[in-house]
C-alpha cells in the first residue's frame, strides 16, 4: 500500500476562505478582528512562526502587531506588555510564542492574558472548557488535527488512536479532544511517551498515529500497521549544509517508510503547520465575535 497524503495546506486555505464572510460581518459592524504576538528572544524558529501569523493576518484583512523584546526581559515587564493588550480594543487575540526564556515562567504568563483573548487556548480556562467538551477557545494544533481528520473524511470514532507524546499543547488536549463523546470524534486513546515501555509494539496497534514528540524521524515504517493514517506534527530542522538555508525539515516521522503502510499520511511541511495557522486565525476572529457581541 502507499498513502494518500492529506494536503494541509489546501485544507488549511478552505478554513480560511470560510472565515471571510466572518470577517466582513465584523467589518460592517465597525469591528476589525486583531491579534497581538509577543516574540521574546532571537529564536529563529518563532521568529518564523510569528511572521507566518502575521502574514496570514494580513492576507485575510485582519489587523495585527507584533511585540518584539530582548531575551533578558523582566517577567514583570512582559506581565505590564499583556496587561496592555488585554485592555487594548484594537486587539481581540493575544499569543505570547513559545519557548520563553528559563526565567520567564510560561504559566504565570498564560495566566494574566484574558482568557477570552487567549487565542492559543492555554489558559487553564479555555482548558477546562475544552476538557468538558464545551468548546471555547481550542489550541490550534490539536484543533487543526481534528478539521484534517475531519476534511479527509477520517471518522475517528471507535478507532485506536496512539498519541506519541504529551505536551500540553499538542499530545495531552489531542487526547482529550478525541476522547470526547462527540461528532469526528468517540476515538479509543493511548498515548506514548519517554517512559513508555515496548513503545513499538504499541504504535503498531493505531489505526491513527499522532506523532507529536519533538524527534526527528523517530516513527519508522517498521512501527506502524499497513493502511494507518498519520499525521505528523513535528517540525524539525536538521542541517543541511547542501541547501541555500542549511537546514532541511523534517517530521517526527520518517516519511517514505511510512509512505509505504500508510493509507493516509500528513507531509512535512504542508500538513499540520498550515493547520495551526489557520486555526490561530479563525480563533482570533471567533474573539472578536465573542468580545463585540458582549459589549
Ligand atoms: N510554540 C510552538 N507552538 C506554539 C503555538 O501554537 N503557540 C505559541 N504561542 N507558541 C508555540
Known amino acids: 500500500m502507499s498513502a494518500q497524503l492529506i494536503d494541509g495546506k ?6 480560511k476562505n470560510n472565515l471571510k464572510g466572518r470577517i466582513s460581518a465584523l467589518k460592517e459592524k465597525g469591528i476589525t478582528p486583531g491579534l497581538a ?19 496570514a493576518c494580513e492576507k ?19 506581565i ?22 528559563s526565567d520567564i515562567d510560561e504559566l504565570t504568563i498564560t495566566l494574566n492574558i484574558k482568557p477570552e483573548k487567549d487565542v492559543d ?50 499530545g495531552k488536549p ?24 515496548n513503545i513499538p509494539e504499541i504504535t503498531k496497534r493505531a489505526d491513527i498515529l499522532i506523532a507529536a514528540i519533538g524527534q526527528p524521524e523517530f516513527i519508522k515504517g517498521g512501527m506502524v500497521k499497513d493502511g494507518v ?21 523534517v517530521g517526527d516521522v520518517e516519511f517514505d517508510s511510512c509512505f509505504e503502510k500508510a493509507s493516509y499520511i500528513t507531509p512535512v511541511p504542508g500538513g499540520v503547520g498550515p493547520m495551526t495557522i489557520a486555526m490561530l486565525m479563525e480563533n482570533t476572529v471567533k474573539a472578536a465575535e465573542l468580545i463585540s457581541s458582549s459589549l
Do not use: W
Not at 509577543?38 to 502574514?55: F, H, I, R
Not at 485575510?60 to 512582559?78: C, H, M, T, W
Not at 499583556?82 to 510564542?97: A, C, F, S, T, Y
Open 10 to 15: 489546501q485544507i488549511a486555505q478552505s478554513i
Open 37 to 55: 504576538a509577543v516574540l521574546v528572544g532571537d529564536n529563529p524558529a518563532s521568529q518564523t512562526y510569528v511572521n507566518s501569523k502575521v502574514k
Open 121 to 170: 487556548g492555554f489558559h487553564p480556562y479555555n482548558v477546562g472548557i475544552m476538557l468538558l467538551g464545551r468548546g471555547g477557545l481550542l489550541p490550534c494544533t490539536p484543533h487543526g488535527i481534528m478539521k484534517l481528520l475531519e476534511y479527509s473524511n477520517i471518522d475517528p470514532s471507535g478507532k485506536e488512536v496512539v498519541i506519541v507524546g504529551r505536551s500540553n499543547i499538542v
Open 174 to 197: 489531542i487526547a482529550a479532544m478525541l476522547l470526547q463523546k462527540a461528532k469526528n470524534a468517540n476515538a479509543t486513546i493511548t498515548v506514548v511517551h519517554s517512559r513508555s515501555q
Open 60 to 78: 485575510l484583512g485582519l489587523f495585527s502587531k507584533v511585540i518584539k523584546r530582548p531575551a533578558n526581559i523582566d517577567q514583570y515587564e512582559l
Open 80 to 101: 505590564q506588555i499583556i496587561n496592555e493588550l488585554n485592555n487594548n480594543d484594537k486587539i481581540h487575540g493575544i499569543l505570547v510564542q513559545s519557548p520563553l526564556p
Open 229 to 249: 493514517v498519520i499525521i505528523d506534527v513535528g517540525i524539525n530542522r536538521i542541517e543541511a549544509p547542501e541547501t541555500n538555508k542549511g537546514y532541511r525539515l
